[in-house]
């Protein structure tokens, strides 16, 4: 089955320190690939997305994510961590394929300890 | 003003009841959306209107019915409401499909308990 998998509920990463959320997809064809974050009690807010070319895609807040064909990965990336950035992290993919799809990972929860 | 609104932020109901969310965008997009989000945080869409055309319509029970009046609306219509139907409920909105590469919009969320 066509999904995206977040392998990691929890992330914790002290201030100031690099963080990485994970994110593999297991998608034929080229996928078109999310990053979405949800702050508590929010809704989801868009990051930063991979459609073709550049693999390195830089979005909001600082956040980028680098897009791995051989590994099949898309882990989200920010140089150094603030307490912010505390929140919930979901991958997603989606495709024009069977008509339309859209699908979300699992979420990981990201906390930055001061 | 708010990109994407839903209303209401709380609902609180008995087990059989029928109840409706009401969303609006007002930002112009042609396609609006409906998720489901659980306890445990997964987040599941359930409808895709496109131009008030249904596109996407995942296995969800037939006692929810989505209708949307005009692009800018799309409403859900929950009947006979059973107590696994509580949840947070996000209307969303993105100009184009987003199963191609277009980014969605998401309102607040409508917290449904049901009880």
């Known amino acids: 089955a066509q999904s995206v998998a977040q392998p990691e509920d929890q992330v914790n990463v002290a201030e100031g320190n690099p963080l990485t959320v994970k994110c593999t997809y297991s998608v034929s064809g080229n996928p078109y690939l999310f990053w979405y974050v949800q702050y508590p009690n929010r809704g989801l807010q868009f990051l930063l997305k991979?459609?073709?070319?550049?693999?390195l895609v830089k979005g909001s807040y600082g956040f980028e994510a680098e897009f791995n064909k051989s590994q099949t990965s898309f882990h989200l990336k920010k140089p150094s961590a603030l307490v912010s950035d505390s929140a919930l992290y979901f991958c997603?993919?989606?495709?024009?394929?069977?008509?339309?799809?859209?699908?979300f990972g699992t979420g990981t929860s990201l906390t930055v300890i001061p | 003003d708010t990109a994407v609104s839903q209303t209401p932020k709380y609902l609180v109901t008995q087990m059989g009841n029928d109840k409706s969310i009401k969303c609006e965008q007002n930002?112009?997009?042609?396609?609006m959306y409906w998720y489901k989000q659980d306890s445990k945080k997964f987040l599941k869409i359930m409808f895709s209107?496109?131009?008030?055309?249904?596109?996407i319509n995942e296995t969800v029970p037939n006692r929810f019915s989505p209708k949307s009046p005009d692009k800018a609306h799309l409403n859900l219509h929950i009947n006979s409401l059973e107590l696994g139907d509580s949840a947070v409920y996000f209307c969303a909105s993105s100009h184009g499909l987003a199963g191609a590469y277009n980014e969605q919009f998401f309102g607040p969320g409508t917290r449904l308990t049901v009880l």
């Open positions: 997603a993919w989606g495709a024009l394929v069977n008509g339309n799809q859209f699908y």
């Open positions: 991979y459609i073709t070319g550049d693999n």
């Open positions: 209107y496109n131009n008030k055309e249904l596109i």
């Open positions: 930002l112009g997009h042609d396609t």
